[in-house]
């Protein structure tokens, strides 16, 4: 017997938490839930956009679509894990991870990326599919198939009371801070530094860069490992809440191309924009839709109509951006 | 170029002839096992293949005299894949017996095609109800379960454990809704919400966040694979474990506990095994595969290893005559080897009749992974609920 | 190569695959029958990509959707009792016909990495709602009830079957030759290599790529009701974005810009998979790599570099 499934919504138990009248056709709101689920679509956004800097940062630079990318968020989360699991600092581990995911990217660029430059999107996305499963074979061979063991060090776990009645994970906060601030340093870098001066100036015109002497050889390698190790840092900082197993970067890969796509291809900013949005609207969609649709239509639809529109949510909205805005939202200007 | 076409043309189809072998001269017993061996979720195809090896090794490869060949398949989590080398194990290489497969939807395109084509099927794991209600068949054997009777079982437990309200979670696939139906079957509480996620989904901090607001007075869940780990380390990281006690089916067993470690402490599943169930015949697998292989097995390996006894019970009763099928499903039937569940029947479906136990995850020997122990049964020769439906008697 | 010398070896190419059923009951080996008929089937799929990737540069991650579509419009159809494959078939290559115009028009209007993807999303969305639809068994997927029946063909007859298959493919590969020849297939070919002269003597390639966008999705359509039938089981799995890569391989492999290349190419990639399985569990290691270097080195693929000199 199916006893009140989603009409229950209406009834929130537990101590301490504010219910407001909301419009008829939105369930009742408890703020307290509203402002943890914008915490939690703020965390994702900024996983997300970790990701998605990187890969944009690539594609502007140097004009390459790089499917592989997936496989240095999981050559991170790999690296980290089996630093902190060998030397027993979580720190260690990290700095460890970063610089292994660094020079594995520069490896990458330097043997197999080199000559895909002048190709099109097709053969890049085509020669990058190939990497994806040779690293996660590799993965396989080196580390067996079976997820890995990670955990978040003493002083990163437990809880912090934000609020009364919203308690929120310290990990995740501290991923929040280390996404702003990466994206801080980034907007610095390319909007202050000379290095920041030379990766615009190569992304407007390549040719112009490499005629007044700057080695854009050198340029393009140090753009890739770097953009490689934000793919490996968000994927350490991944490991120890998701699972560290072969094939775990391609879960996240589409929604982040479904990021800078939105955002536009090219554009830091628009990649910081796009993340959040996804973020946002994948986290409030999943919480919320199924209980906002329970209002229009019977409980029983909403039961299955749902789950199955929040896993399309952001292809839709990909889809109705590119309709109004074909060239993203924020398109390259860096 | 027009040569080197050619050529690669001819070599191609050549070499695909030429690759064929003829049946051998002298018989065998002949065993096709199709299970996953590449990507993430090959680590379950390893434990199978394992207790394949084990099983074989214990027999002395031999079945009633006969020496013992079994060819692996990987289905690559494909059913038109395991459909592929189904038939390329069923005409190419001619085997007697097709074993194996994990998933429900792989399982739904092999099992007819090994059974219209007059060999027995013996399932290791998936149990799809259309298998064992109408699609029903003479040929076809599983040495697991039907996939409901697993939540089945949980249901009841917490409906007689008196919890009154319960969350549940599952992935938004056919498994995942299974597993919600057959928990609803036996629990008769309140609901207090359903919740689908997508399939592959990593982070739940969306969905744990809602359940903190429901306040639950306890939690239901099944996933799977990584979906499992990604969600025993959430839930444990938000507090949540001591909070609203976890009930699972099929998230926590011994291959993701070394992965999740002590975010697994103090759930419950349940299951039809556990390696500390006490019979001889689990005993002897249980050490003789942590001796060999390091590990402990889980529940996946002791179904293949039962099915390899059971082909083996089969093939031992016609005296090697492989050609005699009746008398090796007749054999089936009796359920008459030593299975590392202990004694169990079968039911006119061709599913066993066996009990459930209830299993807590608890703290292992100083320095070791948590364990998994039987704390008590809860179904006794528990019978599936589609058998009515099939026209076997 | 010559058009006359071609002929020939598109000639002889067609003549061994016709004894393909004769060669494997003669050798008892059925299993090849049915293996070569699969090929086929995901020959034409990759033919009708070919004809929108390979002439017309539109790099479609989305394509095995249309597999998904024509075997869901069969096996449902045969799920309600609906055997007649004329209208099942007919009924597949529409509706993927239908899907291919509504996602065109969105996604044509986009360009380069922004289409892959935008064709990418579009797949997913299919993919995941036929995990939700529980009425066709969900991601279990569906038995296909049973073949369809066509006048004077018995589906279940291994070798009649596979004969049309042959028939299909060599009237897919046909039209296609002739299309790709006609003023559109010009027009869709000359917006691949320069889009702007192409506006600038007047055309616009939106409408052209479109149709070409529908053509190649109906013809696909068609490729996922001969694949239902040949599995007899329907899964979402068909839907897959990687099993639109693999498409895309066939048709890299085989040679972009040819007629026959996916052919070849759809041989190559299969048997390679097969075989290589068969070898070891760490496959894909090898596949990877290779994939890559097939990309790098053999841009123009198996079927003739010198043919899109010529052309």
Same mark, same amino acid.
């Given at each position: 017997?199916?006893?009140?499934?989603?009409?229950?919504?209406?009834?929130?138990?537990?101590?301490?938490?504010?219910?407001?009248?909301?419009?008829?056709f939105l369930?009742?709101?408890n703020l307290?839930?509203?402002?943890?689920?914008?915490?939690?679509? +703020?965390?994702?956004?900024?996983?997300?956009?970790?990701?998605?800097?990187?890969?944009?940062?690539v594609?502007?630079?140097?004009?390459?679509?790089?499917?592989?990318?997936?496989?240095?968020?999981m050559?991170?989360?790999?690296?980290?894990?089996?630093?902190y699991?060998?030397t027993?600092?979580?720190?260690?581990?990290?700095?460890?991870?970063l =610089?292994?995911?660094?020079?594995?990217?520069?490896?990458?660029?330097?043997?197999a990326?080199?000559?895909?430059?002048?190709?099109?999107?097709?053969?890049q996305?085509l020669?990058?599919?190939?990497?994806?499963?040779?690293f996660?074979?590799l993965?396989a061979?080196?580390?067996?198939?079976?997820?890995?063991?990670?955990? @978040?060090?003493?002083?990163?776990?437990?809880?912090?009371?934000?609020?009364?009645?919203?308690?929120?994970?310290?990990?995740? +906060?501290v991923?929040?801070?280390v996404g702003?601030?990466?994206?801080?340093?980034?907007?610095?870098?390319?909007?202050?530094?000379?290095?920041?001066?030379?990766i615009?100036?190569?992304?407007?015109?390549?040719?112009?860069?490499?005629?007044?002497?700057?080695? @854009?050889?050198?340029?393009?390698?140090?753009?890739?490992?770097?953009?490689?190790?934000?793919?490996?840092?968000?994927?350490?900082?991944?490991?120890?809440?998701y699972?560290?197993? &072969?094939?775990?970067?391609?879960?996240?890969?589409?929604?982040?191309?479904?990021?800078?796509?939105?955002?536009?291809?090219?554009s830091?900013?628009?990649?910081?924009?796009?993340?959040?949005?996804?973020?946002?609207?994948?986290?409030?969609?999943?919480?919320?839709?199924?209980?906002?649709?329970?209002t229009?239509?019977?409980?029983?639809a909403?039961?299955a109509?749902?789950?199955?529109?929040a896993?399309?949510?952001?292809?839709?909205?990909?889809?109705?951006?590119?309709?109004?805005?074909?060239?993203?939202?924020?398109?390259?200007?860096? | 170029?027009?040569?080197q076409?050619?050529?690669?043309?001819?070599?191609?189809?050549?070499?695909?002839?030429?690759?064929?072998?003829?049946?051998?001269?002298?018989?065998?017993?002949?065993?096709g096992?199709?299970?996953?061996?590449?990507?993430?979720?090959?680590?379950?195809?390893?434990?199978?293949?394992?207790?394949?090896?084990?099983?074989?090794?214990?027999?002395?490869?031999?079945?009633?005299?006969?020496?013992?060949?079994?060819?692996?398949?990987?289905d690559?989590?494909?059913?038109?894949v395991?459909k592929?080398?189904a038939?390329?194990?069923?005409?190419?290489?001619?085997?007697?017996?097709?074993?194996?497969?994990?998933?429900?939807?792989?399982?739904?395109a092999?099992?007819?095609?090994?059974?219209?084509?007059?060999?027995?099927?013996?399932?290791?794991?998936?149990?799809?109800?259309?298998?064992?209600g109408?699609?029903?068949s003479?040929?076809?054997?599983?040495?697991?379960?039907?996939?409901?009777?697993?939540?089945?079982?949980?249901?009841k437990?917490?409906?007689?454990?008196?919890?009154?309200?319960?969350?549940?979670?599952?992935?938004?696939y056919?498994?995942?809704?299974?597993?919600?139906?057959?928990?609803?079957?036996?629990?008769?509480?309140?609901i207090?919400?359903?919740?689908?996620?997508?399939?592959?989904?990593?982070?739940?901090?969306?969905?744990?966040?809602?359940?903190?607001?429901k306040?639950?007075?306890?939690?239901?869940?099944?996933?799977?694979?990584?979906?499992?780990?990604?969600?025993?380390r959430?839930?444990?990281? =938000?507090?949540?474990?001591?909070?609203?006690?976890?009930?699972?089916?099929?998230?926590?067993?011994?291959?993701?506990?070394?992965a999740?470690?002590?975010?697994?402490?103090?759930?419950?599943?349940?299951?039809?095994?556990? &390696?500390?169930?006490?019979?001889p015949?689990n005993?002897?697998?249980?050490?003789?595969?942590?001796?060999?292989?390091?590990?402990?097995?889980?529940?996946?390996?002791?179904?293949?290893?039962?099915?390899?006894?059971?082909?083996?019970?089969?093939?031992?009763?016609?005296?090697?005559?492989?050609?005699?099928?009746?008398?090796?499903?007749?054999?089936?039937?009796?359920a008459?080897?030593?299975?590392?569940?202990?004694?169990?029947?079968?039911?006119s479906?061709?599913?066993?009749?066996?009990?459930?136990?209830?299993?807590?995850?608890?703290?292992?020997?100083?320095?070791?992974?948590?364990?998994?122990?039987?704390?008590? !049964?809860?179904?006794?020769?528990?019978?599936?609920?589609?058998?009515?439906?099939?026209?076997?008697? | 190569?010559?058009?006359?010398?071609?002929?020939?070896?598109?000639?002889?190419?067609?003549?061994?695959?016709?004894?393909?059923?004769?060669?494997?009951?003669l050798?008892?080996?059925?299993?090849y *029958?049915?293996?070569?008929?699969?090929?086929?089937?995901f020959?034409?799929?990759?033919?009708?990509?070919?004809?929108?990737?390979g002439?017309?540069?539109?790099?479609?991650?989305?394509?095995?959707?249309?597999?998904?579509?024509?075997?869901?419009?069969?096996?449902?159809?045969?799920?309600?009792?609906?055997?007649?494959g004329?209208l099942?078939w007919?009924?597949?290559?529409?509706?993927?016909?239908?899907?291919?115009?509504?996602?065109?028009?969105?996604?044509?209007?986009?360009?380069?990495?922004y289409?892959?993807?935008?064709?990418?999303?579009? !797949?997913?969305?299919?993919?995941?709602?036929?995990?939700?639809?529980?009425?066709?068994?969900?991601?279990?997927?569906?038995?296909?009830?049973?073949?369809?029946?066509?006048?004077?063909?018995?589906?279940?007859?291994?070798?009649?079957f596979?004969?049309?298959? *042959?028939?299909?493919?060599?009237?897919?590969?046909?039209?296609?030759?002739?299309?790709?020849?006609?003023?559109?297939?010009m027009?869709?070919?000359?917006?691949?290599?320069?889009?702007?002269?192409t506006?600038?003597?007047?055309?616009?390639?939106?409408?052209?790529? +479109?149709?070409?966008?529908?053509?190649?999705?109906?013809?696909?359509?068609?490729?996922?009701?001969?694949?239902?039938?040949?599995?007899?089981?329907?899964? &979402?799995?068909?839907?897959?974005?990687t099993?639109?890569?693999?498409?895309?391989?066939?048709?890299?492999?085989?040679?972009?810009g040819?007629?026959?290349? &996916?052919?070849?190419?759809?041989?190559?990639l299969?048997?390679l998979?097969?075989?290589?399985?068969?070898?070891?569990?760490h496959?894909? @290691?090898?596949?990877?790599?290779?994939?890559?270097?097939?990309?790098?080195?053999?841009?123009?693929?198996? =079927?003739?570099?010198?043919r899109?000199?010529?052309?």
């Open positions: 017997m199916r006893l009140e499934i989603a009409g229950g919504l209406e009834r929130f138990e537990g101590p301490g938490r504010g219910t407001i009248r909301a419009p008829f369930p009742p709101l307290i839930l509203v402002l943890e689920q914008t915490l939690n679509g +703020l965390q994702l956004g900024v996983m997300l956009f970790l990701m998605a800097a990187g890969l944009t940062l594609f502007g630079i140097m004009n390459l679509v790089n499917l592989a990318h997936g496989s240095f968020y050559v991170g989360a790999y690296l980290a894990t089996y630093f699991a060998t027993g600092s979580y720190l260690l581990g990290v700095l460890l991870g =610089a292994g995911t660094l020079a594995v990217g520069v490896a990458v660029e330097l043997v990326l080199r000559t895909l430059y002048e190709r099109d999107h097709l053969d996305v020669a990058t599919f190939g990497l994806i499963l040779f996660n074979e993965a061979m080196l580390w067996g198939r079976a997820a890995l063991y990670t955990n @978040i060090p003493e002083y990163l776990s437990g809880h912090v009371d934000l609020l009364p009645g919203l308690r929120y994970p310290l990990y995740r +906060l991923i929040i801070a702003l601030a990466v994206a801080g340093l980034l907007w610095f870098v390319v909007a202050r530094t000379r290095l920041g001066m030379l615009r100036a190569g992304a407007s015109n390549r040719a112009m860069v490499a005629a007044l002497g700057i080695n @854009i050889r050198f340029l393009y390698t140090l753009v890739f490992g770097f953009g490689a190790a934000l793919a490996g840092l968000a994927g350490l900082m991944a490991g120890p809440i699972a560290v197993q &072969p094939g775990m970067g391609e879960l996240i890969l589409i929604e982040v191309f479904v990021v800078i796509v939105i955002g536009g291809i090219g830091i900013r628009g990649a910081l924009a796009g993340a959040l949005i996804v973020g946002m609207v994948d986290t409030l969609g999943r919480a919320f839709l199924k209980p906002t649709l329970a229009v239509i019977s409980p029983t909403a039961d109509a749902g789950p199955a529109l896993s399309m949510l952001i292809y839709l909205l990909m889809a109705a951006v590119l309709a109004l805005r074909p060239q993203g939202l924020f398109p390259a200007r860096l | 170029m027009k040569q076409f050619l050529r690669s043309l001819t070599v191609g189809i050549a070499a695909a002839f030429v690759a064929a072998g003829p049946a051998a001269a002298q018989q065998k017993v002949k065993i096992f199709i299970t996953t061996l590449s990507g993430p979720q090959g680590v379950i195809g390893e434990y199978m293949k394992n207790s394949v090896e084990l099983a074989l090794d214990h027999l002395g490869r031999k079945m009633a005299g006969l020496d013992v060949e079994v060819t692996y398949g990987d690559q989590v494909k059913p038109d395991g592929q080398v038939e390329e194990m069923l005409k190419k290489q001619q085997v007697d017996f097709v074993a194996g497969i994990i998933w429900s939807n792989v399982m739904l092999v099992a007819p095609t090994v059974t219209d084509a007059g060999k027995i099927m013996v399932g290791t794991n998936a149990g799809p109800h259309e298998l064992a109408k699609q029903c003479e040929l076809f054997f599983t040495t697991s379960w039907q996939n409901d009777d697993t939540p089945e079982a949980m249901g437990v917490m409906q007689d454990q008196g919890i009154s309200d319960v969350y549940l979670m599952a992935p938004n056919a498994a995942g809704k299974d597993m919600i139906n057959g928990f609803k079957r036996s629990y008769k509480g309140r207090v919400d359903e919740v689908y996620t997508r399939l592959g989904q990593t982070d739940y901090q969306a969905e744990l966040s809602q359940l903190r607001a306040s639950p007075k306890a939690v239901f869940v099944f996933y799977p694979g990584g979906m499992g780990i990604s969600f025993l959430q839930y444990s990281e =938000a507090g949540l474990r001591g909070q609203f006690p976890l009930y699972s089916v099929y998230t926590v067993d011994e291959i993701s506990i070394p999740v470690k002590h975010a697994a402490l103090g759930q419950y599943e349940t299951r039809y095994w556990s &390696p500390d169930l006490k019979n015949a005993q002897k697998y249980v050490s003789d595969y942590r001796k060999k292989y390091g590990k402990m097995p889980v529940f996946y390996g002791a179904q293949s290893y039962d099915g390899i006894l059971l082909i083996d019970s089969a093939v031992r009763a016609v005296k090697g005559n492989l050609a005699n099928k009746k008398g090796m499903v007749a054999a089936m039937r009796k008459d080897f030593s299975s590392t569940r202990g004694k169990f029947s079968y039911n479906n061709h599913f066993p009749i066996q009990n459930f136990y209830l299993l807590k995850t608890v703290a292992g020997p100083a320095g070791q992974d948590p364990v998994m122990e039987i704390q008590k !049964t809860v179904f006794t020769n528990h019978k599936d609920s589609y058998y009515k439906e099939c026209a076997l008697k | 190569m010559s058009p006359r010398n071609r002929a020939i070896v598109l000639g002889l190419g067609l003549l061994l695959l016709a004894a393909v059923p004769p060669f494997a009951s050798f008892n080996q059925p299993f *029958l049915d293996l070569v008929r699969r090929i086929m089937i020959a034409i799929a990759a033919a009708s990509l070919n004809l929108i990737l002439y017309g540069g539109m790099v479609s991650f989305g394509h095995a959707a249309y597999l998904g579509i024509g075997g869901y419009a069969v096996g449902v159809l045969a799920h309600y009792g609906v055997y007649d004329l099942q007919a009924l597949a290559i529409g509706t993927s016909a239908l899907v291919a115009l509504v996602i065109g028009a969105v996604s044509i209007r986009t360009s380069g990495v289409f892959i993807m935008i064709t990418l999303a579009f !797949t997913q969305m299919l993919y995941y709602l036929g995990i939700s639809i529980e009425e066709f068994g969900g991601d279990d997927g569906m038995r296909l009830a049973a073949k369809s029946r066509l006048p004077g063909i018995d589906l279940n007859d291994a070798s009649a596979y004969y049309l298959v *042959l028939a299909a493919l060599v009237l897919v590969l046909f039209f296609g030759h002739r299309l790709v020849n006609s003023r559109f297939g027009v869709i070919r000359a917006a691949k290599s320069n889009e702007t002269r506006r600038a003597i007047g055309v616009s390639p939106y409408l052209y790529r +479109l149709a070409a966008f529908v053509i190649a999705g109906a013809v696909c359509g068609l490729a996922g009701a001969l694949l239902v039938n040949h599995t007899a089981y329907l899964t &979402p799995e068909f839907m897959n974005w099993r639109s890569g693999e498409l895309m391989f066939m048709v890299i492999l085989g040679g972009m040819s007629v026959a290349g &996916p052919v070849l190419g759809a041989f190559a299969l048997v998979e097969d075989l290589l399985s068969g070898w070891t569990q496959w894909q @290691i090898i596949l990877g790599p290779l994939l890559v270097l097939s990309v790098v080195f053999f841009r123009r693929g198996l =079927a003739g570099l010198i899109e000199k010529n052309d």
